[in-house]
């Protein structure tokens, strides 16, 4: 288990919660104005260069903005190795398997999109054309993204939230994970995915191995996307 919490620090606690909420009032206004990427009837385009371009920029200014959150504190970040690889593999793989069960149940249920297709994840022809930019887009949401998000909540936000206690903190962090995509049926799956590494974070002192989870996740998404 971690370390005892140590004294809150609201002011960075509040900018957290402001950033957060800014990125989630942000994406909810473009999937309910109809320009969302992600959401709706428009897709992201995993063949296009620019679909790369635009999100690591994104991510750069994200992961800038997190670390001056962070600025002089980057121990809120969990940016260590877990206290043990073989515990961290273990409990890492009882989370996928936890939350293939989750999307299992939630597949079942009438919802009027699937969470997958309202995050923009389709079938799409493989295009061997277009294999350098798909192969960018792998590591924009395979390794970029899984490492800005981590970072964000697993990392400063369950650090800034500890003091309220293991559970609620996992929860806070797993709620504010799904809420910050914009989007409404995917939540059903989303914010147990942010509890579960979240409770990850906190088995392992770490956020690596959540990285390297979400990581399988988004990669395996993309690989269903264009192979299925």
């Given at each position: 288990?971690?370390?005892?919490?140590?004294?809150?620090?609201y002011r960075r606690l509040a900018f957290w919660t402001f950033f957060v909420a800014l990125i989630a009032a942000t994406n909810?206004?473009?999937?309910?104005?109809?320009?969302?990427?992600?959401?709706?009837?428009?897709?992201?385009?995993?063949?296009?260069?620019?679909?790369?371009?635009?999100?690591?920029?994104i991510y750069a200014v994200w992961l800038g903005i997190v670390l001056l959150i962070a600025i002089d504190r980057f121990d809120?970040?969990?940016?260590?190795?877990?206290?043990?690889?073989?515990?961290?593999?273990?409990?890492?793989?009882?989370?996928?398997?936890?939350?293939?069960?989750?999307?299992?149940?939630?597949?079942?249920?009438?919802?009027?999109?699937?969470?997958?297709?309202?995050?923009?994840?389709?079938?799409?022809?493989?295009?061997?054309?277009?294999?350098?930019?798909?192969?960018?887009?792998?590591?924009?949401?395979?390794?970029?993204?899984?490492?800005?998000?981590?970072?964000?909540?697993?990392?400063?936000?369950?650090?800034?939230?500890?003091?309220?206690?293991?559970?609620?903190?996992?929860?806070?962090?797993?709620?504010?994970?799904?809420?910050?995509?914009?989007?409404?049926?995917?939540?059903?799956?989303?914010?147990?995915f942010g509890c579960a590494l979240a409770w990850l974070r906190a088995r392992t002192d770490s956020v690596v191995p959540g990285?390297?989870?979400?990581?399988?996740?988004?990669?395996?998404?993309?690989?269903?996307?264009?192979?299925?």
């Open positions: 288990m971690e370390a005892a919490a140590p004294r809150p620090s909810y206004y473009q999937r309910f104005g109809g320009s969302s990427t992600r959401g709706g009837t428009s897709t992201v385009s995993v063949y296009s260069y620019s679909t790369f371009a635009g999100g690591t920029i809120l970040l969990a940016l260590r190795r877990p206290r043990s690889w073989r515990r961290a593999a273990s409990l890492a793989g009882g989370v996928i398997v936890a939350i293939w069960i989750v999307e299992a149940v939630v597949s079942t249920l009438p919802l009027p999109q699937s969470p997958g297709r309202e995050q923009g994840i389709t079938t799409v022809h493989w295009e061997p054309a277009h294999a350098g930019a798909f192969a960018a887009n792998v590591v924009l949401f395979a390794v970029i993204a899984p490492f800005v998000e981590e970072l964000s909540f697993r990392g400063v936000g369950q650090s800034l939230l500890r003091f309220l206690g293991n559970a609620p903190s996992i929860l806070i962090v797993g709620v504010a994970f799904g809420v910050a995509h914009g989007l409404v049926e995917a939540l059903l799956i989303l914010v147990p990285m390297v989870v979400h990581a399988l996740f988004n990669g395996a998404a993309l690989a269903l996307a264009v192979l299925t």
